[in-house]
């Protein structure tokens, strides 16, 4: 087909594509989740990940490090640990797994991988699950590592089932991942990404209930920490240790935690800029 062949003759219909000339390109259609554009996605993203092991190390070891770090800020004495370690458990992965994530996916844009990605057939959904999985798989490994440090090396005391201590801080871990995911779509640089953090993380941990008991806060500040994911984080992580069993509340706060990890994921694919500014 020669150049006047697919232009048209300027009358009738566009060739091929039966849109009148003259209305302009037609949309991209919208589709549907494609699991083996999203698997390859996954598998591209791991393979880069497993070659760059300060990142990997990163992920795997500093959450480690930080709960070693507090277990000794309060002299060994397991007692004190657990009164705030469990909290912290789930704390510490959200935050590093927010870092990686949002610093990995936009050094994708800006070195313009992303950008050829995004001319081919892939929907955005499809990137943006595949960088979830591929940091979703850290995320659960540096989940069940930090947790087994916590209750076996440093003797962190629960009431309930390490396994629902375990649940919580897996969801955390990947609620971090959805977060920088999220935030990636803003950012323009890496300096951006990190100057994000004291901007949606800090000030979660402030409102969390880990310094002062949320009902005992400001009505306005109260209201607020109810808007925030990391608040019904730490509220489960208390909830295992202070109860034997699966309570409505550790439901709950399970559930909603999940749904903004959930909810993040869809507002950074529809976010998602097919070019680099």
């Not at 705030?84 to 458990?89: D, E, P, Q, R």
């Not at 992303?114 to 979830?132: H, Q, S, V």
Request: net charge neutral.
């Amino acid at each position: 087909m020669n150049a006047t062949d697919a232009a048209g003759t300027g009358t009738g219909t566009g060739a091929g594509t039966g849109t009148p000339a003259g209305h302009g390109p037609r949309r991209r259609p919208v589709r549907a989740v494609n699991p083996v554009i999203t698997l390859a996605t996954a598998r591209r993203v791991l393979r880069q990940l497993s070659h760059d092991r300060r990142t990997v190390a990163l992920m795997l070891l500093v959450p480690v490090f930080l709960l070693v770090l507090l277990y000794y800020v309060f002299d060994a004495d397991e007692r004190m640990f657990s009164s705030t370690g469990a909290s912290l458990l789930g704390i510490f992965p959200l935050i590093t797994m927010f870092l990686v994530t949002s610093i990995a996916t936009l050094r994708e844009r800006t070195s313009g991988t992303l950008e050829r990605l995004m001319t081919m057939p892939f929907g955005k959904a499809d990137l943006i699950l595949g960088y979830a999985v591929a940091f979703g798989v850290f995320a659960v490994a540096q989940a069940v590592l930090a947790t087994a440090v916590a209750i076996w090396p440093l003797g962190l005391e629960t009431t309930g089932s390490p396994w629902l201590l375990l649940v919580i801080a897996v969801m955390d871990a990947l609620l971090g991942t959805a977060l920088g995911l999220f935030v990636s779509a803003f950012a323009s640089s890496e300096f951006q990404a990190v100057q994000f953090m004291p901007a949606v993380v800090l000030p979660q941990i402030l409102l969390c209930g880990l310094f002062v008991p949320r009902e005992q806060m400001n009505g306005v500040l109260e209201w607020i920490s109810g808007l925030l994911p990391m608040s019904y984080a730490v509220d489960a992580m208390q909830e295992v240790v202070t109860e034997t069993g699966v309570t409505g509340s550790y439901v709950r706060d399970l559930v909603i935690v999940a749904a903004f990890a959930l909810a993040m994921l869809l507002v950074g694919a529809a976010t998602l800029r097919r070019r680099t500014p």
